[in-house]
């Protein structure tokens, strides 16, 4: 039945429909769409960019450029991701995304991005995000946030 749901979406009165009026699913109903359709979406990338050739998927991520890889400078990491990430569009930003950190010496950090430093990256930037002089968002009496005087992009950004 969810399959016949995702196929909906390959009649444009129906998508139109549903991307108008998607309250007329049930909540579970609409998960379940939103997790074929990205099932079949990443079918559809791999289907695209698998060789014949190749049996190995590292070889595979090298040839077919599989995997973003940003450099991020320990002493800038927020404007090294914004640039970074700003040079990604469409279904690139759908690729597995690796971090190589360059220490203050100009020197590539030594280790393999199993996971554990894209998290590092994350914590890092995000903790440089909220830094109070970047004026993203700013402290109400009440100890609350609210928006700052940062560039719309910024916003969009994060």
């Known amino acids: 039945e969810s399959a016949d749901l995702s196929n909906s979406f390959k009649d444009a009165k129906m998508a139109r429909?549903?991307?108008?009026?998607?309250?007329?699913?049930?909540?579970?109903?609409?998960?379940?769409?939103?997790?074929?359709?990205?099932?079949?979406?990443?079918?559809?990338?791999?289907?695209?960019?698998?060789?014949?050739?190749?049996?190995?998927?590292?070889?595979?991520?090298?040839?077919?450029?599989?995997?973003?890889?940003?450099?991020?400078?320990?002493?800038?990491?927020?404007?090294?991701?914004?640039?970074?990430?700003?040079?990604?569009?469409?279904?690139?930003?759908?690729k597995k995304v690796k971090v190589t950190f360059v220490n203050e010496y100009g020197a590539e950090e030594a280790g393999i991005d199993g996971g554990g430093v894209f998290k590092e990256f994350l914590d890092d930037l995000m903790t440089e995000a909220f830094l109070p002089s970047r004026r993203l968002f700013d402290v109400t009496p009440l100890q609350t946030l609210m928006v700052g005087q940062g560039r719309l992009e910024d916003y969009e950004f994060l």
């Open 17 to 94: 429909v549903l991307m108008s009026l998607p309250q007329c699913l049930p909540f579970d109903r609409r998960v379940q769409l939103f997790t074929n359709l990205l099932k079949a979406d990443k079918q559809r990338i791999r289907d695209s960019e698998m060789p014949t050739e190749f049996t190995n998927w590292m070889a595979l991520e090298a040839a077919q450029g599989g995997t973003n890889v940003l450099t991020i400078h320990r002493d800038r990491i927020y404007d090294d991701a914004f640039a970074g990430f700003d040079s990604l569009s469409g279904s690139k930003l759908r």
